[in-house]
């Protein structure tokens, strides 16, 4: 089953690279997911670029995004403006509204309010953010003439949505100062209208009761709210509720980040098995942010997590168990998990597995095997494995001897500033002179 993944990976490269537009946004989006090969933003880049030279809207998009970010190359807002024109031009959407907030924020070019006001009113009719900013923009003459008129009408679209779901997200603009500045009076009025169905409106109620912002500071009504959420709240959303209310005290309310109640609210998450809470916890307490480190106690976690089938939270268990970290050093348990990861494509598994197959760790000594393993690390562009590949095609070890693909992985390899892959060329090529 793993071969198969990797022939589909070659095939995609071999159609990449005479030309097939779709295969290189398909690499693209592989190497910046990380989906069968280790991400890698500078190749996704390269891909998204390869396609968007021939036209494609999606790479185009994504190129910008990638600049806008700083993802694979220099943060360049002014090239990230340039490829969200041209898509907003070929009519995408998503990139029209984030033409209209360039042009609002001053971002990669001169602020401009009356074109962020064009754009944004291209993409007004399904947008709930370009409405609030459009409302903002006519309430305080920007871009337009001022119009309070229009700015009402605006806001009465919004209002009269049936999704309180986005009166809570308006709310969280205002709260949070996207685009039109904090306004916590309005946040309050927005949620206060999200609250008759929405349950996270509710508890941002009780947050604003309990800390006084844009309000008075009200420890009863806070506890009103909070357990009008306990009581209302689906067993089935809890897990996922619980977790965003963590984000919120893990990022700060307003201002630091208060990592006790985060850890607090994780934890309830974790408990209503939310695999997202699972693993923050087990990161906080292995890194020691907002905690006191403790391997113990992220051993644990990262076994509760590892049993979600997370591919990269059974790979850090793996380590744990071969490290000895939090727990004694166990090589066969370290196998195993290994092995969950690597069935799930990760390549840094893939190319433990072939190391324990090599050297007879948690598992018996099979060199064919740690060849098979090698092999599917380095196709998707682990650089260790691609020295250890070069190596036993040159030896023959494992492998029938092949002295031109132990050259062609070696230099794979060296090429990506493995030491050892250009030191084991350098003697290869003085064996020749010899």
Not at 26 to 53: F, H, P, R, S
Not at 86 to 94: F, H
Not at 220 to 225: D, G, M, Y
């Amino acid at each position: 089953m793993a071969f198969e993944y990797t022939y589909s990976l070659e095939w995609y490269l071999n159609a990449a690279e005479v030309g097939d537009v779709e295969a290189q946004v398909t690499l693209g989006d592989m190497y910046y997911e990380g989906d069968d090969v280790i991400q890698d933003y500078n190749k996704a880049l390269v891909w998204y670029k390869k396609a968007a030279d021939s036209g494609n809207i999606d790479a185009q998009y994504k190129l910008a995004y990638m600049y806008y970010l700083g993802e694979g190359t220099v943060k360049d807002h002014k090239k990230a403006f340039e490829a969200f024109q041209v898509c907003a031009e070929k009519g995408s959407r998503m990139a029209q509204f984030k033409l209209a907030c360039m042009f609002f924020k001053g971002e990669g070019v001169k602020t401009n309010y009356q074109k962020a006001f064009e754009w944004f009113k291209k993409v007004a009719d399904n947008n709930y953010k370009a409405q609030i900013i459009l409302s903002f923009m006519y309430e305080h003459g920007l871009g337009v003439e001022k119009d309070v008129k229009k700015a009402i009408e605006f806001y009465q679209v919004i209002d009269s949505v049936k999704s309180c779901g986005t009166k809570t997200r308006v709310g969280d603009m205002y709260f949070n100062g996207d685009y039109i500045g904090v306004d916590y009076q309005k946040a309050f009025d927005w949620y206060q209208k999200a609250a008759v169905k929405d349950i996270m409106a509710r508890f941002n109620l009780g947050l604003m009761y309990e800390y006084g912002i844009g309000i008075e500071k009200d420890i009863n009504k806070a506890n009103e709210w909070y357990r009008n959420v306990e009581d209302n709240i689906s067993s089935k959303r809890k897990g996922y509720f619980y977790k965003h209310i963590g984000d919120k005290f893990y990022k700060g309310i307003t201002d630091k980040p208060d990592y006790n109640k985060a850890i607090a609210w994780y934890q309830k998450a974790a408990v209503n098995g939310a695999e997202g809470a699972i693993s923050k916890l087990a990161r906080m307490y292995y890194t020691g942010k907002g905690v006191e480190a403790n391997h113990t106690k992220a051993f644990e976690w990262y076994q509760k997590a590892a049993e979600k089938n997370n591919r990269i939270l059974q790979y850090k268990l793996a380590e744990m168990y071969y490290k000895g970290e939090g727990t004694d050093r166990n090589y066969t348990e370290a196998f195993k998990w290994y092995l969950n990861a690597a069935e799930r494509k990760y390549p840094k598994a893939l190319y433990k597995i072939a190391e324990m197959y090599y050297k007879g760790e948690g598992t018996e000594k099979d060199i064919k095997k740690a060849f098979d393993y090698y092999y599917l690390a380095a196709t998707r562009s682990n650089v260790d494995a691609q020295y250890k590949l070069g190596c036993m095609y040159y030896s023959g070890e494992g492998v029938d001897q092949d002295v031109e693909q132990a050259i062609v992985w070696l230099q794979k390899s060296a090429l990506r500033g493995n030491n050892d892959a250009k030191i084991k060329l350098y003697k290869m090529k003085e064996q020749e002179y010899e």
